[in-house]
């Protein structure tokens, strides 16, 4: 499947602004901002296997397309939604339990890059993957 594989962040746009708009404080982003975020894709027809390794953590996460699941944040942020597949893009639909606001995030591969795209309150930012 397209997004299978191991893709390792190679750079950012927009993304400082993007988690201000999060309402992340500073020392946090400055963190982020050199995270080493590693993600590890597995898909096996609609079921995804996600492992996400980063100077902060490692967490894995199962999830089937269509189906609602519970996420937390780097920073602790609570969010539940769900991924669907339009076309080769898929695209995340997630509510913040503290505040009923949505993140849209979207994961596309162009080429050798893994392109994950995120829009809350207007602000949009992306985090471009090389296959690592």
Same mark, same amino acid.
């Given at each position: 499947?397209?997004f %299978?594989?191991?893709? @390792?962040i =190679?750079?950012?746009? /927009? ?5 201000? *708009?999060m309402? #992340? %404080? ?6 982020? +901002?050199?995270? %080493?975020?590693?993600? $590890? #894709?597995?898909?096996?027809?609609? @079921? ?6 980063? /100077?902060?953590?490692? &967490?894995?996460?199962?999830?089937? &397309?269509?189906?609602?699941? =519970?996420?937390?944040? +780097? ?7 769900s991924?669907? &597949?339009?076309g080769?893009?898929? @695209?995340? &639909? ?9 993140? $849209?995030?979207?994961?596309? !591969? *162009?080429? =050798?890059?893994? #392109? *994950? ?5 207007? !602000?949009?930012?992306?985090? #471009?993957? @090389?296959?690592?």
């Open positions: 499947m397209t %299978n594989g191991t893709w @390792k =190679d750079r950012s746009d /927009n993304y400082e602004k993007f988690m201000e *708009q309402g #992340i %404080n500073m020392v946090k982003r400055k963190l982020a +901002a050199h995270d %080493n975020l590693k993600i $590890t #894709i597995e898909q096996t027809g609609d @079921k995804f296997h996600v492992k996400e390794s980063s /100077n902060f953590r490692t &967490l894995e996460i199962d999830f089937t &397309l269509g189906v609602t699941f =519970d996420y937390s944040l +780097a920073d602790g942020t609570e969010l539940s939604g991924w669907t &597949l339009e080769d893009m898929l @695209k995340g &639909l997630f509510t913040r339990k503290d505040n009923g606001k949505q993140l $849209t995030t979207t994961r596309a !591969v *162009q080429g =050798d890059e893994l #392109i *994950q795209s995120y829009n809350y309150e207007g !602000v949009d930012a992306k985090r #471009i993957f @090389k296959r690592g």
